[in-house]
């Protein structure tokens, strides 16, 4: 049976911010327009398990967050790209993440530097504007845990444009 059409309208109306977070986890335009695409696909085949009461754009921010840990799981068993390598294709590219993220190109420099682990709740904490429990929604992890994942990543941004992080530079990590 065919979605509601309520339910396709909802659909319809997330579709930019879902867009936004998928070029933001790929960093590549034609990558999200895949992850926005199978995104859909699986939440037009599972629409009824959505409930009402929630908002439609956190469901579908945690399907393309569970989409895109499938991909990356995926890709680690089959692949393996050197880091200069990596570096000289998106150089090539041009990491165009497109006019409606609008990053300055020294604040994309420094979101490279993250992790994914601290990139993806940082991305939708700030851009996304989600609370915390949103995010701890969105990617199923403790609300604690997105907190210091977020804070640990402003914390290196902050220092690479201070200058005290540069570009190509591992991720900076604290050793407990």
Request: some cysteine; overall charge neutral; proline content about 6%.
């Amino acid at each position: 049976m065919d979605a509601p059409p309520a339910f396709r309208s909802q659909l319809l109306d997330a579709l930019p911010r879902l867009r936004r977070y998928a070029r933001s986890l790929a960093y590549d335009s034609a990558v999200a327009d895949d992850l926005t695409q199978q995104t859909l696909e699986r939440a037009l085949s599972h629409w009824r398990q959505f409930d009402p009461r929630r908002d439609m754009g956190v469901w579908l921010l945690s399907i393309a967050h569970n989409a895109h840990m499938d991909t990356l799981r995926r890709e680690s068993r089959m692949t393996v790209t050197d880091p200069e390598d990596l570096q000289r294709v998106q150089d090539e590219a041009g990491g165009d993440l497109g006019h409606d993220v609008g990053l300055r190109m020294d604040l994309r420099a420094a979101l490279a530097l993250l992790s994914p682990e601290q990139r993806q709740p940082l991305l939708l904490v700030c851009v996304e504007q989600l609370s915390y429990a949103e995010v701890a929604e969105v990617m199923n992890i403790p609300v604690g845990t997105v907190m210091s994942r977020v804070c640990r990543a402003r914390a290196t941004l902050r220092r690479f444009l201070e200058g005290e992080v540069r570009p190509g530079a591992p991720a900076l990590r604290r050793v407990v």
